[in-house]
Nanobody
């Protein structure tokens, strides 16, 4: 079955950077649009950004646009989330998700496979 495994989370000071990785196995990564979502404690899961299957287009939530960058390496079946100029409000569990039908979407319901999440904590 398709598995997604995130890594790279941790504790960082405000203004710092982190890079998250999401390794996909068991499926056809080249065909998947990939999304990143996050969930703060007590909050609903929210969209962060997505990248198309061939990496030619990305889209970001306004709250992270200009600070976060999504990229992918299809040879490694891995998608990345580079997070710069981090703020305390970026704290949360970050999830990657794959759309097997290549839907590049802001909506979590369009994604079929999810990772277990990785915790990012930004201290002030």
């Amino acid at each position: 079955q398709v598995q997604l495994v995130e890594s790279g989370g941790g504790l960082v000071q405000a203004g710092g950077s982190l890079r998250l990785s999401c390794k996909v196995s068991g499926g056809t990564f080249d065909n998947y649009a990939m999304g990143w979502f996050r969930q703060a404690s007590g909050q609903e899961r929210e969209f962060v950004g997505y990248i198309t299957s061939n990496g030619d287009r990305t889209f970001y939530a306004p709250s992270v646009r200009g600070r976060f960058i999504i990229s992918r390496d299809n040879a490694e079946a891995t998608v990345y989330l580079q997070m710069n100029t981090l703020k305390p409000e970026d704290t949360g569990v970050y999830y990657c998700a794959a759309s097997r039908d290549n839907y590049s979407s802001r909506h979590s319901t369009e994604y079929d496979y999810w990772g277990q999440g990785t915790l990012v904590t930004v201290s002030s």
